[in-house]
């Protein structure tokens, strides 16, 4: 059975750092591009960041560039978002999936399999 498992999120002051990670089973993640979403209480689910299969390139949504970076462990099968200087808007549920689109996937709709989410909290 293919799952994503999301973990590293928490209670964090503004400012501060998180790193989340996502881990999979049943598939290796460096045949799949990976993105990273965020869902604030609404309909709308954000892109935050996605990487790519085939060369590593690397998306950023605006308003999390020069703060967040996502990155790979292909020995360990897993992907990370670091994220550094946390605001309160960064407060949301934030979810990992994985496409077989080739290149960078930025749309939620090309994503096959997802995570269930990690809770993300920047408050002081």
């Known amino acids: 059975q293919l799952q994503l498992v999301e973990s590293g999120g928490g209670l964090v002051q503004p400012g501060g750092s998180l790193r989340l990670s996502c881990s999979a089973s049943?598939?290796?993640?460096?045949?799949?591009?990976i993105g990273w979403f965020r869902q604030a209480p609404g309909p709308e689910r954000e892109g935050v960041s996605c990487?790519?299969?085939?060369?590593?390139?690397?998306y950023y949504a605006d308003s999390v560039k020069g703060r967040f970076t996502i990155s790979r462990d292909n020995a360990k099968n897993t992907v990370y978002l670091q994220m550094n200087s946390l605001k309160p808007e960064d407060t949301a549920v934030y979810y990992c999936a994985a496409s077989t689109g080739v290149g960078l996937v930025v749309g939620p709709y090309e994503y096959e399999y997802w995570g269930q989410g990690t809770q993300v909290t920047v408050s002081s």
């Open positions: 049943g598939f290796t993640l460096d045949y799949y591009a």
């Open positions: 990487i790519s299969s085939t060369d590593e390139s690397t």
